[in-house]
């Protein structure tokens, strides 16, 4: 079960993929963007040294999603991605009028641009702040 505005439910696939195919989603940019851009999937490996549940998540079930929500095939998310970290850079990044803030003690920030790359991306540590920390105050 998963608590979802504070009561237990059961885990339903099918009901999230309709939630990330609906055009009226405004959530659904992020995984656009993680489908076609960032392949930024959160898996833990069996026999990595992952901290987490091993094998619970497989990098299939978010190449699934991409091909559900968009039709995106799993061969065109991988050639996309790849595009886009070789006009980009990936994590040698180099261009200009990019700041990349990161939260002190942001879970996340393993990640993060901690570095300036040059004169013309700055980095911005927030002290004490976490994920989101500036982006949605509670």
């Not at 990161?102 to 990640?111: K, S, T, V």
Request: with cysteine; charged share 15%; hydrophobic share 30%.
């Amino acid at each position: 079960n998963i608590q979802h505005m504070g009561k237990c439910t059961e885990p339903d696939y099918d009901g999230m993929i309709r939630f990330w195919s609906s055009a009226k989603n405004p959530d659904r940019t992020w995984l656009y963007q993680t489908c076609t851009e960032w392949g930024f999937y959160q898996t833990c490996e069996t026999g990595t040294q992952c901290p987490y549940t091993q094998g619970l998540h497989k990098v299939e079930v978010d190449l699934d999603i991409c091909s559900k929500a968009f039709g995106f095939s799993p061969t065109q998310v991988t050639y996309q991605i790849q595009h886009a970290l070789a006009i980009y850079g990936g994590s040698n990044i180099q261009s200009s009028r990019i700041m990349f803030p990161n939260g002190q003690i942001d879970p996340w920030q393993a990640n993060g641009v901690l570095e300036s790359p040059n004169a013309d991306e700055p980095v911005l540590m927030v002290e004490g702040a976490s994920h989101h920390f500036w982006t949605h105050p509670s």
